[in-house]
């Protein structure tokens, strides 16, 4: 690949996800001239990609693709495409030639969390009960702490990728995370947890955060192990001193991600308790209608806050 | 796998069971479009399942396979298709054209347990008398703290699998398990070893509790590393902490693990203890018959309870 | 070996004897619909392995297979079959047609410690002191804390198996090792250390002991491991922690592994101090007559007790 | 390869990347009689390779190859070509048969930082203002503190390899680092957390700063392994250490390492703060025109001292 | 190699140097029916070996196989083999048709240490009166310490094994060591690094006590790790609770071992320093005869004594 | 190899650079009879192999191989042939048919530290006097604590090996290595970052030191780990420790290397801060003349004792 200038005509192309792990001679110049990083696309390229992908597909007069792109931020190419199938398939079965609205909102639901299950008649109460109400805290801390987020669909619908329930929630489209936003990334995440200890005690809490803990501390990693984000742990790349071999880690320093974590659990458990009636008020409409959107969610929000203002 | 739109008549297929080996580039949108997760059947699906793999097996008028659904929690298609060929199997050397109800159960011990070992007479009058105190053990104590949960067999008949005895122990069909589920599932566990030192004393406790504590082991653990259930160990993911090369647990983290064993452990023999009387029983029942279901434990537990109610 | 219904004829069997590191989706119910797990045999089942190995082998009439079949607790088959070939070779060195029960004899030692060393002028007569006290030592300590053990040979004829001596114990026939049990076979392996150090001081103790150390441990670890028998180290099992990546193991667990050592050392130390008398009376007949069994054991024994009785 | 002196007229050529990981017996005397280490190339180097890779490249007068050697320090011979090669094609984009000085400065930009993200409509005003701030951060504290080093280009325009936006930063051409050095790399690196932090509060840092500190963690790093910088961990070399087994490093040691990060950074964000207006009329310029060079931004900091010194 | 009774004719014979590492089903009964596990020979077993290996080599009268039995401790069935080969060699160098008795010493020596270095007129002054000084305290420890040992030969010959000289040490033919024994055999390796303490100072200490340093510490490790020997680290197998992922160890632990070896040290240098002057004479004889044997040897050690009690 | 005596026509012979790596059962007798262990030559050694590899190269009078081999210390074979080999190459490139003094000179050096660079108009003033000052430091302190020693040459003209600059050291031919020996190469290492410090100040300590550093941890490790040279570390060989999997050393022995280093660190900048101005001087010329011989450095500090006298 090196060393010889004769081949001109021939133009080598390669491609990886995995820059990290390539032989860095690879990378030097000299052997692949033009290195080009493809990263997500922002809003116009995610609109672009959109109908790229519809353009053998019809749209039903209700579709905006813009709207759409606006709504998927961080889809990738690939998951943009794999939405617009997933449309297509479902007004297939429908035996529709065109794609409606409603056919790209519940495919975009099933590329993130799934297809819904569709028998659910055997789900034993007590299991839909903590399920809405696990969502219903995820959702409510939302709205208290983010409130640029928007949290599309809260559902107890389980899904066939193993969730009992979901609840979206769509950040705004950004270049960089700020500390604040990993934190409220970290409590919406226990929001689940803190909203079952409210409501069932802490000896009923459940199995049913196992991801939301395993997504808060790769948060939490972050924060401490490549954006210096915690003062205790201060402003070391600890990825370099790991590469390096330095591998010990004080045990403090695993004791501060607890206390963080403990803090930041305490702080959720504190806002939700204050608007106990107003989670179980969420839990409790999930419980009737299975699946709400953003615009009931602030409904519901809003009765509840005129209630609080008249019972004040 | 990616870059060409023109294989569009050929669906590539894939199925796995160990979904976090595969490398991530496969499951990215683009390369498989859809990801299907299959889990364990529900009560209808187990009962689906069974249907088919007994359709071309007569079937007893006594033979409910709603029912048995009922009672197949947690067994995956593949386990209750192995069940319904084992009743054939044991039908079959009944020279009967039918499988029976009791092949049917003598099948569902058999895939769970082992088969039953045939000539009992060798064994020990001591290793009779141990196994059937351990087995009470786990028994009484579920009847004691667990009591939704179903004891459908308690036998002290050895099986090829190595165990000594054997006690059935059934949870209700549920998509969460409480703190409070998983703490009882160790003390569960733990009560053949606290029947153990119980009757025979601390110097004659036995190499039998092995498996029991190796599973109250894995819950301790997944309550800890996974699911973020004990104060001490706080609400972090061990798993991604390790993933990331933080190995280093503290000294107070395995202390804190022992501690809590021992906690319910000492629970659970207390619990025994009061009724040490009852135990016996249990186990003076099981070396007379050998084996016993759920109905006759509850005269037992009935029995003494108006034994105790008229000693007041 | 999934998915087709259609190759009914066909039975594939399978054998391993490394369970534990198969591919677990090998051992789900769909693939190998049966397991058997075959453990050793009881002694029903050695008597039919015996009668078989023995079937095309004329055995003289003073040999009882059932007999056989009570002394060779923990044989496999394979072991048994190796037995009863031993036995032919023997019979067949004598240039006799049939196995005698001496042939049996000296085969089950074979089978167990190797074949005894022709010639032993070469051994310096220090050499054989220690090896007669460290065996005694065992001997004699099995005697005082295990009387259900058979003694059935103690011998200071060097084997090919590179042994200096050795001292036969056959346990009795159990499914289950108590805690006591487990203790005395520690107790049991720590005697020929024990003796020597009483006989010729600590500066003189030997590297004989290596076998013995190593065998104490394995039997102390697994206490502490697997079967939750140590109070400091409590119910859990270490290998599901080692599994999870628990690798640290605290100071002080090491430590009180040590101690629990060194204070079965001390009891079997001071239980051989009181009757050094004996241990060297046993030492003194091993000396004489290099091999002696469970009978002249006893009778040694009886005589100490006597002569003790006589002078107090 | 070796113990034949008979082939005499053959000669082995052969190259490598990574020495350190070569058999040391390929190294030795007899094997490659020669090895010629090939380091960067120095000014006078520079200029040939320039020279030799535009011969078939027809450049516009305003092109100096010499200033242009002496701009590109650190660059490998491969590098250099890079750079031709992109000036060309750049050139062709333009329609023009000759190389301008534009072209290469762009092309320069190019190599290092990646091609410009060409339509910039849809980034946030919030991202974009973080982005002016961090960089005018770098800009500023290397005017500040190194303003030997060549502050060439600053820009808010993102590259197509992931950067927000880009500073860049000459240093004079060298062949030893001094410590000072050394750590005024680490203090321009951490300049941008540091002008974030002045300018938006502690709470809303962000990830922007994640290669910044990486790089400062591979400097402290080198410092303390193998240059002997550190007092606390002195003049050993610690990958010889590694090498060798010894791989537990003193808790002391990272924490260490984290005070010097802190107090460097300290250190900046003083200095920042006392300039905090130039810093942000250097942002607010950025804003602007989302470029600046080295020129304007002298220009910038002599209006601000004047400013400052009329105000006094 | 299971399983089928019909393959009778054939025989699979195996040899191993590792049974370690050999998969353990092999060595199960019913695979290879007969394990002969082939020691060291005894003196018995060295004189048949010697007897073969010289049956067509002529020996000369003064040889008497039998001593050099006696003389060949621990020799395997190979180095005898190679010693009589060697032997012949040098024989046929001499252009004798019968190997002498100085061939076989001299080929001795060659087996155990190498072939001596014919020039030694570039070796410096001091390096030679380091060699004397160094290999006469390994032979003089030996006298004062373990008279049992015979030092059959010392030298000041480097050999083309790397040694600057060589104390030939024969121990008596022992089955097992003693805790003292192992203890002698630090002390004896340790003496050349005390003698060179002693005559040239501590800052002169030399690398020639490399090797020395290396054995006394395996010796020291096997008492610790498998012979329970150490009160410290008491009667545990450190290699089993290796092979069970026991890998920490305590800082007391390597600390106890340091103490031992420089309580040894203290001890050996205190004996050789009482005896300082016989240590100089003894280096003083071998600097002018470059070799001498254990007669000389005892001779300088009773002219010392003579003249120590004449001065008394 | 083994087991077969028919073979006798056929030696097989092999050589290895990695002994410590072969199989152990390869070195055991009775596979390869005799071996042979190839060291470094000795000065007569060397003096033969130079005769022999330019036996086909005219050497022109001047040329004394006796003279060569004497200052060719601890090179092997290989190497000697290479020096020959350079030394032709540069004498046909001055087109002569012999091979001059000047010639081996300068190939001497090329072997060692490789070929001059060419031009050195590049190098910044700065650089040229940091190479002075540190190599400098190097020369003066192998003078001052080493006189026998012989620094041949010292050079400020950078290598294609990547030195800025070179002191050549040659030691005495010596067998053995003493402790002060060893400490004093340590001091030697050190001298070139001590002469920058002393000069430059503590901040200007450059990375030119790395080499250095690198050398004399690994001449430390060894006195540790392998010489027993430490009397915190004691006689232990920790390699030994290592290969048996004591892998965990104490934080007090990193300690006590760190304190050694800065201990002999400190007493080379407290002998060189006392010859400061000689410091200079040797930098001063080497910045005239680029390269000064053993000659003209001992004349230098000639110069400066009786400035210093007659200054007193």
Redesign the interface.
Known sequence: MSGFHENEGIIVIAAT??LDTLD??LL????F???????LP???GRYEILKLHSSNKPLANNVSLMELAQQTVYF????L??LM??AAILAAKRNSGKIEKADIERAFYT?IA??EKK?R????D??RR??AIHEAGHALITKLIAPENIVSRITII?S???A?GFSMNIP?????????D?ENSIRIA?AG?AAEEII?G?????????ND??R???I??NMV?????KQQ?????Y????R????????EW??E???T??KL?SEVKEKLLEKKELLEAIATRLLEVETIGENELNELIEQYKKKSENAA
């Open positions: 996800n995995r860095e001679a030097r110049p000299g052997r001239d033009r290195h080009i990083e493809i990263g922002d809003v116009k990738s190419g690939a998951k495409e794999n199938n997933e590329v799934g297809a028998d008649s055997t789900i034993a007590i299991d903590i399920t389980p066939t990728k193993g009992g705004p489209d950004r270049m960089y995370f700020k500390k604040v990993m226990l947890r069932f802490e000896e009923n809490i459940t199995t049913g955060a196992s803990i395993e808060a501390t790769e939490l990693l192990r490549r954006f210096g984000m742990t201060g402003l070391l790349n990825d370099v001193l790991y390096n071999g330095i591998r010990q880690v004080q045990n695993i004791e991600c607890k206390k974590m403990d659990y």
